[in-house]
C-alpha cells in the first residue's frame, strides 16, 4: 500500500523556523493537503493544494514541494503553532484513496 | 458557520454492528463530496470513506473495505456510515468531514467526532 513519510517530532524555539517533512512516490503528480491537529480537536487545515493557504491561516505558515517531498514550514515559530500535523494525498488513478502521513508532533519551547 | 455533529458512537463488541452518523448545518450539503476519517488512539488519522455528492460515487480504504458501508441522505442534510463485523482494530475516534468540491478532493471542515470503542 501507499505509505507518506513524515518524521515523529520536530521541536524549535520560540521565534525559530520548522519545517516538517513529506514524502512520497506519488506526490510529483498528486497534490499535498497539511492539516493541525490539537490536543483534543478536530483537524484543521491549513495549506492546500502544495502551497495555498486557507482563509485565517497566518502567513507564518507555508507550503512547498519538490519531487516526492513536500514541506510546511512554520516562520517564527509560535507556542500557539504547537501540535500534531498530517500530509494528506491520494495516490489511486481512476478511484479515489487517501492516505495520510503519520503525523509529526511539533514542540516549540 | 459550517457546523458537522457527529453521533452514534459507543461501546461494542467483536463483530457486531454500528452505524455512525453526521448531521451537517450551515453549507449547502448536495453540493459537496462528504469523508470518513478516524484516529486510532495512540496512531495518526486514517482516511475511511469518501461519497460523491449524489451518492453515486463511493470509496474505501482496504482496511474497512467490504465490511463498512458510506451513504448521505441529502434532503435529511445527513452522511451515514454503517460499520458491520467490527473489530478490535476500528477502535477509534470518526470525525465526519466536508470536502471542497462535489468529487473527491481533499477535505476543509470536519466535526468534532464520536468515539468507537469495539472490546468484549
Known amino acids: 500500500s501507499y505509505e507518506l513519510t513524515q518524521p515523529p517530532s520536530v521541536s524549535v524555539s520560540p521565534g525559530q523556523t520548522a519545517r516538517i517533512t513529506c514524502s512520497g512516490d506519488?506526490?510529483?503528480?498528486?497534490?499535498v493537503f497539511w492539516y493541525q491537529q490539537k490536543s483534543g480537536q478536530a483537524p484543521v487545515l491549513v495549506i492546500y493544494e502544495d502551497v495555498k493557504r486557507p482563509s485565517g491561516i497566518p502567513a507564518r505558515i507555508s507550503g512547498s514541494k519538490s519531487g516526492t517531498m513536500a514541506t510546511l514550514t512554520v516562520s517564527g515559530a509560535q507556542v500557539d503553532d504547537e501540535g500534531d500535523y498530517y500530509c494528506?494525498?491520494?495516490?489511486?488513478?481512476?478511484?479515489?484513496?487517501?492516505?495520510f502521513g503519520g503525523g509529526t508532533s511539533l514542540t516549540v519551547l | 458557520e459550517v457546523q458537522l455533529v457527529e453521533s452514534g458512537g459507543g461501546l461494542v463488541q467483536p463483530g457486531r454492528s454500528l452505524r455512525l452518523s453526521c448531521a451537517a448545518s450551515?453549507?449547502?450539503?448536495?453540493?459537496?463530496?462528504m469523508h470518513w476519517v478516524r484516529k486510532v488512539p495512540g496512531n495518526g488519522l486514517e482516511w475511511v470513506s469518501g461519497i460523491i455528492w449524489n451518492g453515486g460515487n463511493t470509496q474505501y480504504a482496504d482496511s474497512v473495505k467490504g465490511r463498512f458501508t458510506v451513504s448521505r441522505d441529502n434532503a435529511k442534510n445527513s452522511l451515514y456510515l454503517q460499520m458491520n463485523s467490527l473489530r478490535a482494530e476500528d477502535t477509534a475516534v470518526y470525525y465526519c468531514a466536508k470536502d471542497v468540491s462535489p468529487a473527491m478532493w481533499n477535505m476543509d471542515v470536519w466535526g468534532k467526532g464520536t468515539t468507537v470503542t469495539v472490546s468484549s
Open positions: 450551515g453549507f449547502t450539503f448536495d453540493d459537496y463530496a
Open positions: 494528506y494525498s491520494s495516490y489511486a488513478t481512476g478511484d479515489y484513496r487517501g492516505v
Open positions: 506519488a506526490l510529483p503528480k498528486k497534490y
